[in-house]
């Protein structure tokens, strides 16, 4: 049973720095792509940032990019989002999804339960 | 890529037929997907490649459509389909959703 399960999130400063990161099991975890999208309070869902099956490409939106890294570690199961220069628009729950086919980007099954990060002062 | 969904919100009754409707600003061959998401609750894909039903889905939910233009359909909706629905493209990066569509009871 495919299973993630997302950790990191919390209240930070406008400007500071922080890691979230999705514990994954119940599936061949170097074999998917893994993605992070996010859902302001009351809001649609947005697309953040996806990294490849062995961690050599990544893509972001452009309200991230140069400022959020996405990394992975198939030794450990585990997907990460490095988030620096936070600002209050960055408030969000953020979920970590799994490529729904291998070596191949494609469609998101399952998503985690999400990570709650706030940005304010 | 934008992505268009109408209507963004539909009230209906218990056994109704309900079609959403999704439009990509381009050809995004048939690589979309349709998710449901409840309050409180991460989304649950329903749909991908635009028409395939993803397993332990009901079967009332259908999808179609190729290019720019994609539709959901439920074909008689049951109380636990009350929920929101996104569509997302997922032939070239960022994958974009649409807005979504809250389905509501009348």
């Known amino acids: 049973q495919v299973h993630l399960v997302e950790f990191g999130g919390g209240v930070v400063q406008p400007g500071r720095s922080l890691r979230v990161s999705c514990a994954a099991s119940g599936f061949i975890f170097s074999r998917y792509g893994m993605q992070w999208v996010r859902q302001a309070p009351g809001k649609g869902l947005e697309w953040v940032a996806v990294v490849s099956h062995d961690g050599t490409v990544q893509y972001y939106a452009d309200s991230v990019k140069g400022r959020f890294t996405i990394s992975r570690d198939n030794s450990k199961n585990t997907v990460s989002l490095q988030m620096n220069s936070l600002r209050a628009e960055d408030t969000a729950m953020y979920y970590c999804a799994k490529e729904r086919d291998e070596y191949s980007s494609s469609s998101l099954d399952p998503w985690g339960q999400g990570t709650l990060v706030t940005v304010s002062s | 890529i934008q992505m268009t969904q109408s209507p963004s919100s539909v009230s209906a009754s218990v056994g109704d037929r309900v079609t959403i409707t999704c439009r990509a600003t381009?050809?995004?061959?048939?690589?979309l997907a349709w998710y449901q998401q409840k309050p409180g609750k991460a989304p649950n894909l329903l749909i991908y490649?635009?028409?395939s039903l993803q397993s332990g889905v009901p079967s009332r939910f259908s999808g179609s459509g190729s290019g720019t233009d994609f539709t959901l359909t439920i074909s008689s909706l049951q109380p636990e389909d009350f929920a929101t629905y996104y569509c997302?493209?997922?032939?070239?990066?960022?994958?974009?959703f649409g807005q979504g569509t809250r389905l509501e009871i009348k």
């Open positions: 997302q493209q997922a032939n070239s990066f960022p994958h974009t």
């Open positions: 490649a635009a028409s």
């Open positions: 381009q050809g995004i061959n048939s690589r």
